[in-house]
């Protein structure tokens, strides 16, 4: 049977480290990190995402200010909000929760956001930077990834990885950052998507399988090589009417087969989702320093 790669054991043991670092800096430096989630509609998974962002901010001491507005706000009212936040001395991080409403262009309104406070790593700065490898906010997901791997003591360096998917929030920022020439990366990245033919024998030469395509059952223990360490990204919602609220979750991979041919793998929920928040909240605190200039 595969060891469980829990996120959510593993996001407990980090989020103990943030607590201590920002005691330390509220103790010496006085300085509280300051996060402002921003959330245009009702999206029930949105809205569920936002209350998780906030109650882990709270528990390890970073300030978190909620900027809840109807579905119809307009897109000149956000940007002019963003602009406010950038200027905002006591907000370090700036958090949009997508998707927006159709009528607000989502990229108008990621590229306001100030580089610097820019902790979803979602700004095309930043993306550069992580492109070429210089110290830049990480994409919560794919680095959430990596830090399960590493901390699991799984060596990424030489091995081959296959991520199924392309997304610019998991797949293409994953392979960017596993592929760097830095400790902690240096694999043999390959992506896989819709058009890829006979994706089976690709994933079959995985060490390192990350599977983020959104779709339940997309991986079986037929496209897994013995032994590989599987990541199971997706995050689907299937009917369930033993739960009280009537659904449950599930990933993109077939657990149960795929658990008895691999050395590793992580559940849905417990994995990957636990670790995005907690990356959030590194960004948070890394950008409190940086405003504050301490190393
Ligand atoms: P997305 O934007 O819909 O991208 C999905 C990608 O998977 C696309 O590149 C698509 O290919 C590819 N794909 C879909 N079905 C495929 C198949 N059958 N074979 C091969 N490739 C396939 O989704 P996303 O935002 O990256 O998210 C992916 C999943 O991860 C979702 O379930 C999402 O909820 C979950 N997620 C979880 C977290 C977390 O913290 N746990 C964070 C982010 C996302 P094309 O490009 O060709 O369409």
Redesign the pocket.
């Known amino acids: 049977m595969a060891k469980i790669l829990s996120g959510k054991e593993l996001a407990e043991k980090m989020r103990q480290e943030m607590k201590s670092e920002i005691d330390e800096l509220k103790t010496h430096h006085n300085l509280v990190p300051g996060l402002a989630v921003v959330l245009i509609g009702d999206n029930p998974a949105s809205l569920s995402y936002v209350k998780g962002k906030e109650k882990a901010c709270a528990r390890v001491g970073i300030l978190s200010r909620e900027y809840k507005f109807d579905a119809d706000y307009k897109e000149e009212q956000l940007l002019k909000l963003i602009r406010e936040l950038n200027n905002d001395p006591l907000i370090h991080g700036i958090l949009v929760q997508l998707p927006l409403p159709d009528h607000i262009n989502e990229e108008e309104i990621l590229y306001a956001i100030d580089p610097t406070k820019d902790v979803d790593g979602f700004h095309p700065v930043n993306i550069g930077k992580m492109m070429i490898g210089a110290p830049s906010f990480l994409p919560?997901?794919p680095h959430?990834i990596q830090q399960l791997l590493l901390r699991n003591n799984i060596e990424i360096s030489g091995k081959h990885v296959v991520i199924?998917?392309?997304?610019?929030?998991?797949?293409k920022p994953l392979a960017m950052i596993l592929v760097q020439k830095n400790p902690g990366a240096n694999a043999t990245v390959t992506m896989?998507?819709?058009?890829?033919k006979n994706?089976a024998e690709i994933t079959k030469l995985a060490d390192i399988l990350v599977v983020?395509?959104?779709?339940p059952h997309?991986v079986n223990a037929g496209m897994v090589k013995q032994g590989a360490v599987v990541i199971d990204?997706?995050?689907?919602r299937i009917e369930d009417k033993s739960k009280k609220r009537g659904y449950r979750l599930i990933?993109?991979v077939e657990f149960d087969e795929v658990s008895e041919k691999a050395s590793a793998i992580s559940p849905?929920p417990g994995?990957?989702?636990p670790?995005?928040?907690t990356m959030l909240l590194h960004n948070t605190i890394q950008s409190a320093k940086n405003h504050a200039g301490i190393k």
């Open positions: 919560c997901t959430g199924v998917g392309r997304s610019n929030i998991v797949g896989c998507h819709t058009r890829t994706m983020a395509a959104g779709r997309t990204v997706g995050v689907n990933g993109d849905v994995g990957v989702g670790m995005t928040i």
